[in-house]
Nanobody, 111 residues
């Protein structure tokens, strides 16, 4: 069974930065795409960024130019660097891969 564990969330002021991590168990992680999603209170879960096994990435329009997704296959870890954070980025952030979801990490952007 694959386990995905997110970390790095927290409280940050508008304009600040956070780096989320998604660590996966298992050696086959490197051959799968990984997606970051978020869900704000009262809203549906939405895709934020996806990175393929080859390292290609796509972003939601709302985060383009501010968020960067990357991966370290040797460490079975995917990162989401979030800069210029806005209050509307407040949500629980999840990673997803191979049909599995992590438990999520809370990101709160507030002054």
């Amino acid at each position: 069974q694959v386990q995905l564990v997110e970390s790095g969330g927290g409280l940050v002021q508008p304009g600040g930065s956070l780096r989320l991590s998604c660590a996966a168990s298992g050696d086959i992680f490197s051959i799968y795409s990984v997606g970051w999603y978020r869900q704000a209170p009262g809203k549906q879960r939405e895709s934020v960024a996806v990175i393929t096994s080859a390292g290609s990435s796509n972003y939601a329009d709302s985060v383009k130019g501010r968020f960067t997704v990357s991966r370290d296959n040797a460490k079975n870890t995917v990162f989401l660097q979030m800069n210029s954070l806005k209050p509307e980025d407040t949500a629980v952030y999840y990673c997803q891969s191979m049909g599995y979801w992590g438990q999520g990490t809370q990101v709160t952007v507030s002054s």
